[in-house]
């Protein structure tokens, strides 16, 4: 009983490591991108005024790009973080 | 929230994430998502005739307000499919409509309050129910698979069954590099709908998980915690009508392009 709680514990613990990583590096890194997008969609507006309708849709189709991969992250790790599948394995190999 | 049954926020969770299924044959393969095809149909019902509707009573004078929304709808639409392909859109482009508005109400789903349909259902004994189809990674393979089927086929069309070969077997390094060109190319073509895929299942997924934990925070008990679940609520609800739309709009725009894609010639 012990061991099956510990093994729990550590499983819990590497799979909320593993989340907050997952959600955090994704946060950065799609933040980085939507940053430098956002500066050089305000440098060419600036540059060029008549060009901002089709630079602003193009923008905001770059948003959702950028955003996709930062969600699918996120929903992962959430997934993880609360129905973890691998610890269901634990679970059914300790007959409960 | 869940104030009657002393329900955990993991419990609360994962109950939400439990679809309403019917098992038809033997199998995972063979059991039906009821409500992810329930909503889906009744969504493209109400769509159909909506525009239906409004297209049957069309008049050329002073648009009446539907039809002026249906005609900025539609003229949006084919403005953007018009954008990236130069040919004749007969299809694309009311396959863009559909697929943007199509899309677009299932995402819409999603900003219902979360516990608001399960919650009705469950008076009928409808123990599971999950409201948004798009959340579902069936629902939107089935849509990207149905648009990396349109892809084949006019490339087929637009190249012929020769050329679409010397295509794949030579396209970026050149006829003697034949066996990486094809790998090249398989890669390119399985990648554009899977993530064409997980890109909105991903973004309605983590919605509406964020969504439940919002309302466990409400539901958790304590004054702080209410105040800052309805506040967080608030704000993502907001956030998330923009991906939604963002969403619905990229996915219209993808599947043009893909399409367009496939009928270049290099």
Known sequence: METLQQLIGNIQAFTAIGAGLMVGLGALGACIGMGVMGSKFLEAAGRQPELMPVLQSRMFLLVGLIDASFLISLAIGLFFAFSNPLLQAVRTAAGG | ?266
Do not use: C
């Open chain 2, 1 to 266: 929230m869940s104030t009657e049954a002393p329900m955990g926020l993991s419990e609360y969770i994962t109950h939400h994430l439990g679809n309403l299924t019917v098992q038809v044959g033997p199998g995972g393969f063979w059991t039906l998502q009821v409500d992810t095809l329930a909503v889906s149909l009744i969504f493209a019902v109400i769509i159909s005739l909506w525009l239906w509707s409004f297209a049957r009573r069309a008049s050329s004078g002073v648009p009446s307000r539907g039809q002026a929304f249906v005609e900025l709808v539609v003229e949006f639409v084919d403005g953007q499919v018009k954008d990236v392909f130069h040919g004749d859109s007969r299809l694309l482009g009311p396959l863009a409509l559909t697929v943007f508005l199509w899309v677009l109400f299932m995402n819409l789903m999603d900003v219902l309050p979360i516990d608001a349909i399960p919650r009705a259902l469950s008076l009928f004994g409808v123990e599971h129910f999950r409201a948004v189809p798009t959340a579902e990674i069936t629902t939107t393979f089935a849509m990207s698979l149905t648009i990396f089927v349109l892809t084949i086929f006019y490339s087929f069309r637009a190249k012929g069954f020769g050329g679409y070969m010397k295509e794949v077997f030579t396209e970026p390094f050149g006829p003697w590099l034949a066996p990486l060109n094809l790998l090249m190319n398989l890669i390119e073509m399985v990648s554009k709908p899977v993530s064409l895929a997980m890109r909105l299942f991903g973004n309605m997924y983590a919605g509406e998980l964020v969504f439940m934990l919002l309302a466990g925070m409400i539901g958790a008990g304590s004054a702080v915690l209410f105040g800052l679940g309805v506040v967080g609520y608030l704000a993502w609800g907001i956030f998330e009508l923009l991906i939604i739309l963002i969403q619905a709009f990229i996915f219209m725009v993808l599947s043009v392009v893909y399409i367009a894609m496939a009928q270049q010639h290099h």
